[in-house]
């Protein structure tokens, strides 16, 4: 599951070890781009979708049975492994997500998470508290020691690298099974 996928390139990477791989997006566009590539390349273990982790899909139909939410389909999908590359500002800093909740958010969905912390240096966390206006003094907490208190409570970090050149760091996560 790559969630914020864009065009699946870091879907596509991990592919040849994986026997499919789901990569969703807000972004349209990014998403047709994965659609069309993977008709040009015969690709068809990628399935491209095109959703708002902010307000996914709900469950709909009589009584809400005939289909169930974007939530709950990826959920019961049972993937071994989510990635949420460059996703994490977003979901904070835009969706005003507290970290806990997005931590149980990801713990629902595989027993290992890949995921980018970009820091307060990071151009588009920058940007992102710079629309905040007012309000930025409410976003004191994201950092990364917050971030990693938040997550120890439902994963266990298995390695933790900056990434150079970046204010960025990319964790592998492996869910608390307690």
């Not at 590359?85 to 997005?102: C, D, R, Y």
Request: charged share 25%.
């Amino acid at each position: 599951m790559d969630l914020g996928g864009n065009d699946g390139t870091f879907g596509k990477v991990v592919l040849p070890k994986v026997n499919q791989i789901i990569v969703s997006d807000i972004d349209q566009s990014a998403i047709n781009d994965c659609y069309i590539n993977n008709i040009k390349s015969k690709e068809a273990n990628i399935i491209p979708i095109v959703t708002d982790l902010m307000q996914p899909a709900a469950s709909i139909g009589f009584h809400n049975k005939e289909r169930d939410s974007f939530i709950s389909r990826i959920q019961n999908y049972d993937s071994d492994l989510s990635m949420a590359l460059a996703l994490i500002h977003h979901i904070t800093l835009s969706g005003n997500v507290p970290f806990e909740m997005s931590a149980l958010f990801f713990k629902s969905l595989s027993p290992y998470l890949i995921i980018e912390f970009p820091d307060r240096k990071d151009s588009w966390v920058q940007f992102i508290l710079k629309s905040k206006r007012d309000a930025v003094d409410l976003f004191d907490y994201y950092n990364l020691e917050s971030f990693e208190e938040a997550y120890k409570e439902h994963f266990s970090i298995i390695k933790k690298e900056a990434i150079k050149g970046t204010h960025r760091t990319l964790f592998l996560m492996k869910r608390n099974e307690r």
